[in-house]
């Protein structure tokens, strides 16, 4: 493989950024600098670029615990987005599995599988997700039957899908959804007159955030994690 080629795949760069990478002198391979991209490279090579080892590699899962305050995009003119909070390269080849709102925190999915986040975000695949919800006001006794039958959201016409709420005290919840309508927790609570104060995400399927995880740190997902979201053979 010519070692323009490899940057490209593993940099996420143009054969002629690549060039100009290589011109730079901030490539090495076996450790030596290298300015031809002709040159002819194993897969298994020991290329770095900026000191950074290179690998070709398959699609990358990771889960992050999504800090309050980043949007999920890779650009946006007026917050920061969660991207520059990964040190990896071609992490602009990435993308998010199921958004989180600037001010909601917690699991947060990303991949460059587009097959996997279709698993994950499809409602066919009926993907339950569950959040733990900070209330402005005191949690009612009947809201949980509400949501368990069905409430109708404002510019909605179907009622959201059965939904369970565990009480944790009177303004803190637990609440499971199966769907992923815009906003729909806020909506949810909204239509019974109360309001969000905190909303953070526990879990996807039965994927849970890593409690080891603080705020801002992400890890790869393990292969039987992987596998949550992969056709049962």
Not at 1 to 26: H, I, N, P
Request: proline share 3%; hydrophobic share 35%.
């Amino acid at each position: 493989m010519r070692l323009d080629k490899f940057l490209c795949d593993t940099v996420g760069v143009t054969r002629k950024q690549a060039t100009y990478l290589l011109k730079e002198k901030r490539v090495t391979v076996e450790g030596e600098i290298v300015k031809s991209g002709a040159l002819k490279i194993a897969e298994d090579a020991n290329v770095e670029f900026d000191g950074m080892a290179l690998r070709l590699s398959g699609p990358r899962y990771y889960m992050m615990n999504k800090p309050e305050g980043y949007v999920c995009s890779h650009e946006d003119a007026h917050n920061p987005t969660v991207f520059i909070l990964f040190d990896e390269v071609g992490a602009e080849k990435l993308h998010i599995a199921g958004r989180l709102d600037c001010d909601t925190t917690g699991l947060l999915l990303l991949t460059d599988d587009g097959q996997w986040s279709h698993r994950v975000t499809s409602p066919k695949h009926k993907c339950d997700k569950t959040y733990r919800v900070w209330l402005e006001d005191a949690v009612s006794d009947e809201t949980a039957d509400l949501f368990a039958e069905g409430v109708q959201l404002r510019g909605e016409k179907a009622e959201t899908l059965p939904a369970q709420m565990e009480k944790v005290d009177e303004k803190e919840v637990l609440l499971t959804i199966h769907e992923g309508k815009y906003h729909q927790v806020k909506r949810m609570f909204a239509s019974v007159g109360n309001k969000v104060v905190g909303l953070h995400r526990e879990s996807v399927g039965e994927l849970v955030l890593d409690e080891a995880l603080e705020p801002g740190e992400y890890r790869s997902l393990t292969e039987d994690e992987i596998a949550l979201f992969m056709p049962k053979k």
